[in-house]
């Protein structure tokens, strides 16, 4: 249960001033980045991004002026009508979905150790007070719903409220079974300064058979299932030692972690089965993932966070693409995106292999040395990737000579047809043999007859040159004895 939130002080301090010198903005709303630490009470703060407007200029986040009481006669006069109408303070109001999509796509930018945890607003404090609590805490359901928690069961997420009247902060923390708000401890803090970075190339090469009439999207993520049960298995090296549970680290700068995956088990009886096999997915390529970890935190964590960000960033890849193929669904282009024609396959018609690439990630520069990531498809660049942060994450610096590319290879998936693995057998005989092939299939087994029996023959020529040749070296012999 999360006691206390501590924040890094200069970002949101800095924060704070940049809002407030604004002095037109009225209301904001905004996601709260941070961590809920597994081994502490603390809730960690890092950073503070605003939702931007909408599609069509709206602010995600307005003031509704309050209903007049029912029963209080209107006094008349303009004095009196004003103050009256002033009574109530307005209320907030939100575009729960556009701030849900937000939070979708900065957690698809955050690496391991860092996720969103929850939002904050920018109100007066009769406003906040106005708002009834059920609509706080759904928001904050619908942006924690949007937003993935892979292997973690924390019940709780943050409500952050900065008042400018009178300016003061307040936090409060969400029970998400009850909705229920209670208030929690508010603390300062360096903590961007005091992250450590660790950092893990994972390599990964899997194959797993295709059954007829499996949709793209069950097929991709059985594949990664597989993967997530064999990265949870595996065991870490830190800069070259195994770790133990009872593992310190004594020196800074990044540290890198290796993998040492299990050797593969036998496959469930099910998976090997080949009842209703159209083929088989041959997934391979690698993985570049960071993981930082935050002050009091034990570095079991560490490895538990570079694990999630693993299969988060592989989960992240196919829901790009899915979002492009449906995106693309949409419009009236004449040819389809690479997206969506890969998400029309049909594995049981295929009758030769066929691959496609998975988005790469990159690396930008953030917060204090601190990166976050985005994906690029084949047809983007770097600045693609750019414009995507200065929208989502609001960033503003120009990093683009700064942002690496550890992943030199994308990741990729190749569909075979089940009868071109198996010895023996190949997908034109499973299709059978058409009227205009049978002449050709016929033309190259009689050229195979001819060629098994000339081999004979030579075989046959040969031992028989043998034979006579061991017999003029036995004869001489035998004629001196």
């Given at each position: 249960?999360?006691?206390?939130?501590?924040?890094?002080?200069?970002?949101?301090?800095?924060?704070?001033?940049?809002?407030?010198?604004?002095?037109?903005?009225?209301?904001?709303?905004?996601?709260?980045?941070?961590?809920?630490?597994?081994?502490?009470d603390?809730?960690?703060?890092?950073?503070?991004?605003?939702?931007?407007?909408?599609?069509?200029?709206?602010?995600?986040c307005?003031?509704?002026?309050?209903?007049?009481?029912?029963?209080?006669?209107?006094?008349?006069?303009?004095?009196?009508?004003?103050?009256?109408?002033?009574?109530?303070?307005?209320?907030l109001?939100?575009?729960?979905?556009?701030?849900?999509?937000?939070?979708?796509?900065?957690?698809?930018?955050?690496?391991?150790?860092m996720?969103?945890?929850?939002i904050?607003?920018w109100?007066?404090?009769?406003?906040f007070?106005?708002?009834?609590?059920?609509?706080?805490?759904?928001?904050?359901?619908?942006?924690?719903?949007?937003?993935?928690?892979?292997g973690?069961?924390?019940?709780?997420?943050?409500?952050?409220?900065?008042?400018?009247?009178?300016?003061?902060?307040?936090?409060?923390?969400?029970?998400?079974?009850?909705?229920?708000?209670?208030p929690?401890?508010?603390?300062?803090?360096?903590?961007?300064?005091?992250?450590?970075?660790?950092?893990?190339?994972?390599?990964?090469?899997?194959?797993?058979?295709?059954?007829?009439?499996?949709?793209?999207?069950?097929?991709?993520?059985?594949?990664?299932?597989?993967?997530?049960k064999?990265?949870?298995?595996?065991?870490?090296?830190?800069?070259?030692?195994?770790f133990?549970?009872?593992?310190?680290?004594?020196?800074?700068?990044?540290?890198?972690v290796?993998l040492?995956?299990?050797?593969?088990?036998?496959?469930?009886?099910g998976?090997?089965?080949?009842?209703?096999?159209?083929?088989?997915?041959?997934?391979?390529?690698?993985?570049?993932?960071?993981?930082?970890?935050?002050?009091?935190?034990?570095?079991?964590?560490?490895?538990?966070?570079?694990?999630?960000?693993?299969?988060?960033?592989l989960?992240s890849?196919?829901?790009?693409?899915?979002?492009?193929?449906?995106?693309?669904?949409?419009?009236?282009?004449?040819?389809?995106?690479?997206?969506?024609k890969?998400?029309?396959?049909?594995?049981?018609?295929?009758?030769?292999?066929?691959?496609?690439?998975?988005?790469?990630?990159?690396?930008?520069?953030?917060l204090?040395?601190?990166y976050?990531?985005?994906?690029?498809?084949?047809?983007?660049?770097?600045?693609?990737?750019?414009?995507?942060?200065?929208?989502?994450?609001?960033l503003?610096?120009?990093?683009?000579?700064?942002?690496l590319?550890?992943?030199?290879?994308?990741?990729?998936a190749?569909?075979?047809?089940?009868?071109?693995?198996?010895?023996?057998?190949?997908?034109r005989?499973?299709?059978?043999?058409?009227?205009?092939?049978?002449?050709?299939e016929?033309?190259?087994?009689?050229?195979?007859?001819?060629?098994?029996?000339?081999?004979?023959?030579?075989?046959?020529?040969?031992?028989?040159?043998?034979?006579?040749?061991?017999?003029?070296?036995?004869?001489?012999a035998?004629?001196?004895?």
């Open positions: 249960m999360v006691k206390a939130v501590v924040a890094d002080e200069a970002r949101i301090k800095a924060f704070e001033d940049a809002v407030a010198s604004s002095g037109v903005l009225r209301s904001q709303v905004g996601l709260v980045v941070g961590k809920l630490s597994a081994s502490s603390r809730a960690l703060v890092y950073s503070l991004l605003p939702t931007p407007p909408t599609d069509a200029g709206e602010p995600a307005s003031l509704r002026a309050a209903a007049p009481s029912a029963g209080k006669a209107k006094p008349k006069g303009g004095k009196g009508g004003a103050g009256a109408s002033n009574d109530a303070p307005p209320t109001q939100f575009d729960v979905d556009w701030v849900a999509e937000h939070a979708r796509q900065v957690s698809r930018m955050l690496l391991g150790g996720s969103v945890m929850g904050y607003i109100s007066s404090e009769g406003s007070k106005a708002t009834p609590s059920a609509v706080l805490s759904q928001v904050i359901r619908v942006v924690s719903q949007s937003v993935p928690w892979y973690s069961d924390f019940d709780e997420r943050l409500l952050l409220h900065l008042s400018y009247s009178p300016r003061r902060w307040a936090c409060r923390i969400c029970e998400m079974a009850s909705g229920s708000l209670r929690c401890d508010f603390k300062y803090s360096k903590l961007l300064a005091s992250l450590q970075t660790f950092r893990c190339t994972y390599n990964f090469e899997t194959r797993l058979t295709v059954v007829q009439a499996e949709p793209f999207k069950k097929v991709i993520s059985k594949t990664i299932s597989h993967l997530t064999e990265v949870q298995n595996a065991k870490a090296l830190i800069d070259g030692d195994l133990l549970d009872d593992m310190t680290i004594t020196s800074e700068g990044p540290h890198e290796d040492l995956v299990p050797f593969k088990n036998n496959l469930p009886a998976e090997c089965s080949l009842e209703g096999v159209a083929g088989l997915l041959l997934f391979a390529g690698s993985v570049s993932a960071l993981a930082y970890l935050g002050p009091k935190e034990s570095i079991s964590e560490a490895i538990s966070d570079l694990k999630v960000d693993i299969i988060a960033s989960r890849r196919l829901d790009i693409i899915l979002d492009e193929a449906d995106d693309d669904s949409t419009t009236n282009d004449m040819e389809n995106s690479a997206s969506q890969v998400t029309q396959v049909n594995f049981h018609e295929l009758r030769e292999p066929y691959s496609f690439s998975f988005p790469r990630r990159i690396l930008i520069p953030w204090a040395g601190s976050i990531c985005d994906y690029l498809q084949q047809s983007e660049t770097t600045k693609d990737a750019m414009e995507r942060c200065k929208e989502v994450i609001s503003e610096t120009e990093v683009e000579n700064s942002i590319e550890p992943e030199t290879a994308a990741s990729t190749t569909l075979e047809s089940f009868w071109d693995v198996v010895p023996g057998a190949s997908s005989a499973r299709a059978g043999p058409g009227p205009k092939d049978e002449r050709p016929q033309a190259t087994g009689s050229g195979r007859t001819q060629g098994n029996s000339f081999s004979i023959l030579a075989a046959l020529f040969v031992l028989l040159v043998a034979l006579l040749v061991g017999f003029m070296f036995a004869f001489p035998n004629s001196k004895t």
